[in-house]
């Protein structure tokens, strides 16, 4: 199976920026590292299977939730073989403030 090219919205890079903020403030380097890590096996899996994450046809996005407090949303453009990934979002944030 061929891998999808990812690409990061300004968005995703914004709000996974602010998480890595949140962390250095409130937690540790072993915690930052592991957040990360898991940041980096997560888009790898999603570049492997995009399908394999629950999807939204009212926001045409999958949503992934890969630590109990962060989901990362993003649309699978087939045509172009390319995953945008859109934000990385707070899972104790208000979901009716999401915006995609």
Do not use: G
């Not at 087939?78 to 009716?96: C, G, Q, T, Y």
């Amino acid at each position: 199976m061929s891998s999808y090219t990812i690409t990061w919205s300004p968005n995703a890079r914004i709000t996974y920026y602010k998480i890595l903020e949140y962390l250095e403030q409130n937690w540790t380097m072993k915690e930052i590292k592991t957040f990360i890590e898991r940041t980096e096996q997560v888009i790898d899996h999603i570049s492997q299977h995009p399908l394999h994450y629950p999807y939204s046809k009212e926001s045409d996005t999958y949503k992934c939730v890969f630590i109990s407090q962060v989901s990362l949303f993003y649309r699978l453009r087939i045509k172009s073989n390319e995953i945008e990934l859109l934000v990385f979002w707070d899972n104790r944030r208000d979901p009716a403030k999401l915006l995609l």
